[in-house]
């Protein structure tokens, strides 16, 4: 008996330092790209700073100007509605998908595929095959809205509908979520359906009472993840402003209803060289990331309470 | 025993591919300083004279042409490596502003960046440029010689950044079977334009525009041009002021908005988003889909090129308002740049280039093949520049008149442009009046007017 | 019966419906590849190309570099996977099946990076880099990658954690080294779950923009995707041109989709498991 706890005790130092050594690479990982920048992303929000010349100390003016800046707080709000509106949106198209894939039916493996092939498109490559898609004089959509006597939008030069333009564009790409839901449906036992038919329940009753329930922690984690590539949406406005003539394009799209607050982040380091007013952003957008994900952890603790 | 061997063997593998990746950026990086074969045989359209001698100073030129402009750079290039054993200078073409802004800093970026006047000053005033006053001097140049309002626009804060090397001045463009067909003369005053405009509208069934006369902000310079036309100016230097509230600047964005308010905004941008490239024979003038363009000394050019057979055209002075006939001939002059980059190691012999090129002979070679204006007495007043390119007569007179103005060398010209961007589509929509959007751009512009005279 | 056959039929039509809202992009993107600018700019649009012109894929491989910018991207690529192959099962290891005192609380560290988005670290990274030298190199693109990404290091770990620990303490028993147990052991249980972090480690590294934007300056040292989006730069939009330049893009992609599909839909269905 003693015997044996030594030798234990013999392979978790041998795993600790194999360990040791596995995590160097991740180590030198979390402090270069994660340590490091988030520092100095704090440090440079608190100096003028054009990469040219040394930091500049200035206390708090980038915060103080960030809040009297009319264009952060319209992409606040572009990012808001975007964020709301299109992970809703994903998260219904991708459960919906799911549960039709899940027909036990002849040529599903097709639609599998086809459903999927979106998510493998390059993000430059499908916001300009909607762009063209939803060119307001020869795009298909429009033609097609005109064909059933519906109103036709101008889409992305239009700032009514860019945004729901935008969410268009992503809502293509939902390939991966839908397979991730998929894979969840599949795991769901028949046992719990045969017991809502025993009761006569409809369709939607299985969907309502068992299918999302039992999705819940797949959810989850898709909001969380739909939040942050949401916050990130760059690709989509970074192409319509490259397609507009030259200079005219700003970076936000018509009447900035594209700018996003990546894409400010961006154009006021890239375009405006006022890094250290970028970095006031960064970290802005750094502690909602932290609020909202917090906020959600406990709403989806207490639910949890429920099940 | 035999497992751990393997082990061994693939975890050197793969210390192998680190070492060899590794090697291969620091190779890449110490190749653009010496400038040895890959690098040459990588940059597009470079010649392979590099290949033969490794000690040449290679001087990296970044631009933002493309095509067959970016051709015609290249031959005069071509011709300076020839001319001397010393220097070899690298092109990079079809470079964007944002791309150039971020390379100059890595110290691994140009030496040379040719960009827009509005640039010159906000790289300036960024510490990406270096002053060039010393070699100016050094090399004995006339500046009595450099298009006096062209060269001012390389000057910030008293120091000189920016050597002219081309500038735009434009016409306007009409399509005259469409004129002869609305029975109308060229216009000679915006109103008159405006008129004929009118009239030249056509639909289709489904009550789409599939012609329009004038159709602002196309192909792009309507932003600077439109308030020129009216007389109004963008900023006032002596008293430190913002001027985009004046009543000329109102009345400049009150008109132009009517091309947009009068035919249905929604209609127009419907309109416009189905134009084709600008360099094609898509082109929305040459397919008669607009009647009239404001555009540069480039543009006969493009008509040889893109333009249909038997298509007609003319071209007369932009007319201006027909309440101020004095203005005749102050549109929009553009300029175009050659600056030095702060972080340049071989900042003397990359003027060397510059001086190169702004020199009569390899000057007027360059403008005629590009179609583009000197921006030298000397070389703007040579008849040999006139008998290689015939169709830079009308521009040449009309920069000669001196009337042209160009765009403030402020460096909040990003924000500028932006910003009257949005103030103008607030208008054209009805979210704001022109009196509403204008104020609201000077709040926003004049703080950081004050702030960079303020902080000097 | 035929009520049944009726109601068998009708289950497809949403299929159907969303299959072409899926589906007819990519048709429509084919068919403008191929047709001249009389037939784009055209009322109602026009489905088959009439003449088909191939030239048009032609062209804009000669318009940019295309063949470069697809050999940078083949090149970035394969670095990032290679890569995340070494560093990911590396790792997840040492978090999945490894035994050291604070592993989980680390762990929560690995997921915590995970939400930090890269427009927070952008702009230190991009002055770091640019102070050693690294703008216009591969290396801000494929670093990160030998150094573990979050994602591929959770997604190692969960499979990590489904095998049986019997496994390893059996090899233990049999005085194997710690490193022989992982690699002659846990490496090729785990192998479907390496093809998964290959095949998305490709996907991602193939169809990243922000990072090339951003550290690429020098257009010879350009991706795909980064080409794509300039070919619009300068004075409007050539769509026959662009579609086949977009449609070149995705070709690769499609094509080892066909080939390892079954990895691909493996990866999403572990990659949505809560941790």
Redesign the interface.
């Known amino acids: 008996m003693k015997m044996r706890k030594v030798k234990r005790y013999k392979y978790q130092k041998l795993q600790m330092r194999l360990a040791a050594v596995f995590l160097i690479p991740w180590v030198i990982g979390l402090i270069l790209f994660n340590l490091y920048p988030i520092f100095s992303t704090i440090y440079y929000s608190f100096t003028e700073y054009n990469l040219m010349k040394a930091p500049d100390f200035i206390g708090f003016d980038n915060y103080i100007e960030i809040f009297h800046d009319p264009i952060f707080y319209q992409s606040v709000y572009n990012s808001f509605y975007f964020v709301i509106v299109g992970v809703t949106l994903q998260i219904g198209l991708s459960v919906f998908s799911a549960v039709l894939l899940n027909m036990k039916i002849p040529g599903r493996g097709f639609f599998r595929t086809v459903f999927y092939l979106p998510s493998l498109v390059p993000p430059v490559a499908s916001s300009l095959i909607w762009m063209w898609l939803l060119n307001p004089q020869y795009g298909l959509v429009n033609s097609f809205l005109k064909l059933i006597h519906l109103p036709q939008p101008l889409w992305l030069s239009s700032s009514e509908w860019s945004k729901p333009a935008v969410i268009l564009m992503t809502l293509w790409c939902v390939g991966n979520t839908i397979i991730v839901y998929l894979a969840g449906i599949g795991n769901i036992s028949g046992e719990y359906y045969e017991a809502v038919e025993l009761d006569g329940g409809s369709s939607w009753a299985k969907f309502r009472f068992i299918t999302w329930p039992m999705l819940s922690d797949i959810t989850f984690f898709q909001v969380i993840n739909g939040i942050i590539v949401g916050f990130n949406t760059f690709t989509q406005s970074y192409m319509v402003a490259a397609s507009s003539p030259k200079s005219n394009g700003t970076l936000g799209g018509i009447k900035n209803s594209l700018m996003f607050y990546a894409v400010n982040i961006y154009n006021e380091s890239f375009k405006y060289l006022k890094f250290g007013y970028s970095s006031a952003l960064a970290v802005i957008m750094l502690i909602g990331m932290i609020v909202i994900t917090f906020v959600l952890f406990k709403i989806s603790n207490s639910g949890g309470n429920d099940r | 025993m035999k497992?751990?061997k393997?082990?061994i063997s693939?975890a050197m593998a793969?210390c192998l591919?680190?070492s060899i990746?590794g090697c291969?950026?620091k190779e890449?990086?110490e190749n653009?300083e010496t400038g040895t074969e890959s690098d040459a045989a990588?940059?597009?359209g470079g010649t392979s004279a590099s290949a033969e001698n490794g000690k040449k100073t290679v001087i990296n030129f970044w631009h933002t042409w493309?095509g067959s402009e970016a051709d015609a750079l290249q031959a005069v290039i071509d011709d300076y490596n020839n001319s001397q054993s010393d220097v070899q200078v690298e092109v990079?073409?079809?470079?964007?502003e944002?791309?150039?802004?971020?390379?100059?800093?890595?110290?691994?970026?140009p030496d040379i960046v040719y960009t827009a006047d509005t640039t010159c000053s906000?790289w300036a005033d960024?510490?990406?440029l270096a002053p060039i006053d010393d070699y100016i001097a050094g090399k004995g140049i006339d500046v009595s010689n450099i298009y006096e309002s062209v060269y001012k626009l390389g000057n910030y804060d008293g120091v000189q950044y920016g050597m002219p090397y081309t500038m735009d001045s434009y016409m306007l463009f009409y399509n005259k079977a469409v004129l002869e067909e609305l029975k109308a003369e060229s216009p000679k005053t915006l109103e008159e334009m405006a008129d004929i405009s009118k009239k030249a509208v056509l639909k289709?069934d489904?009550g789409?525009y599939t012609r329009l006369g004038y159709v602002p902000?196309?192909?792009?310079i309507d932003?600077v041009e439109m308030p020129y036309l009216f007389g109004a100016e963008f900023y006032d230097f002596g008293t430190n002021q913002v001027t985009c509230t004046s009543q000329e600047f109102k009345d400049a964005i009150s008109y132009k908005a009517l091309y947009y308010t009068d035919y249905g905004i929604?209609a127009v941008?419907?309109?416009?988003?189905?134009?084709?490239?600008?360099?094609?024979?898509?082109n929305p003038f040459f397919q008669g889909k607009v009647v009239f363009a404001i555009e540069g000394e480039w543009f006969e050019n493009f008509i040889d090129q893109y333009a249909p057979d038997g298509f007609e055209w003319g071209a007369v002075e932009v007319p201006v308002t027909e309440n101020k006939p004095e203005l005749a001939g102050s549109g929009r002059l553009q300029g175009g740049m050659l600056s030095i980059s702060?972080t340049s190691k071989n900042a003397e012999k990359a003027f060397e280039v510059v001086n190169y090129l702004t020199s009569d002979e390899a000057y007027i070679k360059f403008c005629a093949a590009k179609g583009s204006l000197p921006t030298t007495y000397s070389a703007l007043k040579s008849e040999e520049l006139v008998s290689q390119a015939p169709q830079l007569k009308g521009f040449i007179d009309s920069v000669l008149a001196e009337k042209a103005k160009a765009f403030p060398a402020v460096p909040f010209s990003?924000?500028y442009?932006?910003g009257q961007?949005?103030a103008e589509?607030?208008i054209y929509?009805g979210?704001k009046t022109v009196d509403e959007a204008l104020q609201d751009l000077y709040d926003e512009l004049q703080p950081l007017a004050d702030k960079w005279v303020n902080g000097n | 019966m035929s009520k049944r056959k009726i109601k068998f039929y009708l289950r497809y039509i949403p299929l159907l419906i969303l299959g072409a809202f899926y589906f007819i992009p990519f048709l429509w993107l084919i068919s403008t590849s191929l047709k001249g600018s009389d037939q784009i700019f055209s009322h109602p649009p026009k489905w088959i190309p009439n003449p088909v012109l191939f030239g048009n894929y032609k062209e804009s491989f000669e318009a940019i570099p295309y063949l470069k910018y697809l050999l940078n991207t083949i090149k970035t690529t394969s670095l990032a996977v290679l890569g995340n192959v070494i560093s990911a099962p590396m790792i997840g290891y040492a978090f999945g099946k490894l035994k050291w005192p604070g592993r989980d609380k680390v762990f929560l560290i690995v997921m915590a990076t995970m939400m930090l988005p890269f427009t927070v670290t952008m702009i230190p990274l991009y002055s770091l880099f640019s102070k050693i030298g690294w703008i216009n190199t591969y290396v801000p693109l494929f670093l990160p990658d030998f150094l573990g990404k979050a994602y591929f290091i959770f997604l190692m770990r969960q499979f990590y954690l489904s095998l049986p620990e019997e496994l390893l303490e059996a090899a233990r028993i049999d005085g194997a080294s710690e490193l022989w147990i992982y690699l002659k052991v846990a490496v090729p249980l785990v192998k479907p779950a390496i093809v998964t972090v290959a095949l998305f480690s490709f996907v991602w590294s193939w169809t990243d923009f922000m990072g090339p934007l951003i550290y690429l300056t020098k257009s010879e040292k350009w991706t795909i995707s980064l080409g794509l989006s300039q070919f619009t730069n300068s004075y409007g939009v050539d769509w026959a041109l662009l579609m086949a330049a977009s449609a070149i893009a995705i070709i690769p992609m499609v094509i080892l989709f066909f080939f390892l599909q079954k990895y691909f839909m493996e990866g999403s269905i572990n990659s949505g498991i809560k941790g």
């Not at chain 2, 944002?98 to 100059?104: E, R």
């Not at chain 2, 902000?217 to 792009?220: R, V």
Request: hydrophobic share 30%; no cysteine; net charge negative.
């Open positions: 497992m751990l393997k082990a693939i793969a591919m680190f990746t291969g950026s890449n990086s653009t990588a940059t597009p493309s990079l073409a079809s470079q964007t944002d791309k150039m802004l971020t390379a100059i800093p890595s110290g691994d970026g906000k960024a510490g990406m289709d489904s789409d902000d196309y192909p792009w932003r929604d941008t419907k309109f416009k988003s189905g134009f084709g490239t600008y360099a094609s024979s898509d702060a990003s924000e442009s932006d961007g949005l589509e607030a929509s979210d």
